[in-house]
């Protein structure tokens, strides 16, 4: 790009210096502007405030309003979860690693007990086993309808936000019932629940999925059928499955785009092995393609729970956990558990060293992964794109800073 020379004392004052030339960004106002070099504009999506997504930041680089470079800044949330893990024991780690995604909280706890109880060699009771599937597919319901209201919201349609907080508020009732907590629900222990199902808890589950999956076709078509919806998204953002597989992506996203990966029926965990999961794909890879998984998603858990409440019913009383003793300590050794969760694939790599905290616990957190593929969807879409983009990534940004 050609550049202007000038002297370094003016060049402090109106420019940036590159490779010993001076590049300034000239804008000519009237009769005797005269036609200067410039350069691409540099611009900061973010950081955000907390209350959109999180604290991301990008950096655009624009030729006019086209993305031409485009650079993922995170950090701004960071908060050591990992370091932290490493000084509390395992019924504290549990508290610390259902907030990472904190639409998520049921299913990060996943991942803390399954690796200790496997260390352990520990088996669950039954009824904890379908109780924690069940709640898992739950909580995988209450992400994707966070996701399917607040992506049209990005697009600037209100209306679908109140539709799908409507069925969320259905399905939290159930959960805040069981547990006592509406996000950080804190319910697992190291071989199995902390207690049991309330009496006729079962029922009311039941009746959730009923009506929510009788509203969900309320939901359809007030978005996908949309063509304005349709405009915004279909063909937008494309993610190949090179892509893909280069950086990790799991999930909805992944599955958007042809890969047909899913843990809980590739690598069963819980009571997976016995549910007939239905893996939804697409190829398209586009925000709609991406959309679309989202809700057909949503369908499949929907299914998935109630084959669980079915399961429940029929088993006979019994424990929900196993006794622990006082203080628990993990032999030594070292494994990796790892579980599909409602945003990619989750894992937790454990080493101990026979102590009652971990040697070292480290989080693969699904949104990282997803989010760095933006410096190479990005470039080429227009700025107004961007958004639409970056709402089809269903990412939480605690996931991303761990």
Known sequence: MPCLDLSPALARRTGRWQHGRMTERVVGIGAGAKELATEDMILNIGPQHPSTHGVLRLRLTLDGERITAAEPIIGYMHRGAEKLFEVRDYRQIIMLANRHDWLSGFANELGVVLAAERMLGMEPPVRAVWARTLLAELNRVLNHLMFLGSYPLELGAMTPLFYSFNERERIQAVMEEISGGRMHY??????????????????????????????????EDLILHNEIFIARTKGVGVLTREQILQY????????????DLDLRRDDPYLAY????????????????????????????????????VDRLRSLPPGPINQRLPKVLKVPEGHTYAWTENPLGINGYYLVSKGD???????????????????????????????????????????????
């Open 186 to 219: 804190m319910f697992n222990r190291v071989g199995g629940l902390k207690e049991d199902l309330p009496y006729g808890w079962l029922d009311r589950v039941s009746d959730a999925i009923a009506e929510t999956r009788r509203r969900v076709p309320e939901i």
């Open 248 to 259: 990790g992506v799991s999930g909805p996203i992944a599955r958007a785009s042809g890969v």
């Open 273 to 308: 092995g016995e549910l007939p999961v239905k893996v939804v794909t697409r190829t398209a890879g586009d925000c709609r393609a991406r959309f679309e998984v989202l809700f057909e998603q949503l369908r499949v858990s929907l299914d998935l729970a109630e084959a669980c």
């Open 356 to 402: 009652k905290t971990p040697w070292r616990l480290k989080l693969r957190s699904a949104s990282y992964s997803n989010i760095q593929v933006l410096r190479e969807m990005l470039p080429g879409h227009l700025v107004a794109d961007m958004v639409a983009i970056l709402g089809s990534m269903f990412f939480v940004v605690g996931d991303i800073d761990k």
